[in-house]
């Protein structure tokens, strides 16, 4: 069963810094365009960044310059990574990795960030 596990998450003050991975089951990914995205209870899951099979990456407005992301592509494996500096406590969210666009059977249980002094 192919599966993204996310991981990473956790509580950390305003300023803070946290690395989320996403680990893909299966290689196929590494072909794949992949996203970050966040949601807030009663709020839609919104896109926070994104990066191409190539390489290049784009952001949302509200994290551009604290966020980054990146990806490896290991032989069987493939990591994502979202480097959140200067996190403020309108970051807190659950934190899911999936496809550019997303594919809804890839979600998985996604990993909690709760900014908060």
């Known amino acids: 069963q192919v599966q993204l596990v996310e991981s990473g998450g956790g509580l950390v003050q305003p300023g803070g810094s946290l690395r989320l991975s996403c680990t893909a089951s299966?290689?196929?990914?590494?072909?794949?365009?992949m996203g970050w995205y966040r949601q807030t209870p009663g709020k839609q899951r919104e896109l926070v960044a994104e990066?191409?099979?190539?390489?290049?990456?784009?952001?949302a407005d509200s994290v551009k310059g604290r966020f980054t992301i990146s990806r490896d592509n290991a032989k069987n494996t493939l990591t994502v990574y979202l480097q959140m500096n200067s996190l403020k406590p309108e970051d807190t969210a659950v934190y899911y990795c999936?496809?550019?666009?997303?594919?809804?059977?890839?979600w998985g249980q996604g990993t909690q960030v709760t900014v908060s002094s």
């Open positions: 299966r290689s196929i990914f590494s072909l794949y365009d």
């Open positions: 990066i191409t099979s190539g390489g290049s990456t784009n952001y």
């Open positions: 999936n496809t550019r666009p997303a594919r809804p059977h890839y």
